[in-house]
């Protein structure tokens, strides 16, 4: 985990320095992604969508919302509700069809089967433009929840590591 955090903090530093700028497809961007498995008998359900919301500030920062709502459904039992909602920070560098970021998120998770808490931890991703306007993008994201302040430090190493696909349109 200390490998990805330094790599995450050597990339922000280094973004003034390889920064070119962001392709001219708008300074706003909305974003969705899901996933879902069930069993062999759709007995047992498990289903997540992500939804982003995001302002370019710059050419390359970029500030947004991000609302993740999953519902598990087991048979004989009533479906569970789960969600978050997140803010973030991502840096954005070249300005080609590939466009990789780094950033930072600080959010809040609820739910039926989530312990109410705080969330936060960097991100980094990928995005490639399949048109000027609309692109493919994985995301990974480390998280690590807490109370209060008090728990940041704490529980900084027990965090989980989120993976993501999804599709993503510039307006």
Aim: with cysteine; hydrophobic share 35%.
């Amino acid at each position: 985990m200390q490998k990805l955090l330094t790599a995450t903090c050597l990339v922000a530093l280094l973004a003034p320095a390889i920064s070119y700028g962001q392709a001219d497809s708008g300074d706003r961007e909305v974003t969705v992604g899901g996933q879902g498995q069930s069993d062999n008998d759709f007995d047992s359900n498990d289903f997540a969508l992500t939804a982003s919301f995001g302002k370019y500030l710059n050419a390359n920062g970029q500030v947004g919302v991000r609302q993740t709502l999953a519902v598990t459904d087991r048979e004989g039992e009533s479906a569970d509700w789960d969600g978050a909602t997140v803010v973030y920070y991502d840096h954005h560098f070249g300005s080609s069809e590939w466009r990789p970021f780094v950033g930072a998120n600080l959010g809040y998770n609820y739910g039926d089967r989530t312990e109410e808490t705080f969330s936060a931890g960097p991100e980094l991703g990928l995005k490639y433009y399949v048109l000027d306007k609309t692109f493919i993008q994985g995301m990974m994201q480390y998280q690590f929840l807490f109370d209060d302040s008090d728990d940041v430090e704490d529980n900084y190493d027990d965090g989980v590591i989120y993976y993501s696909v999804g599709m993503g349109y510039n307006f």
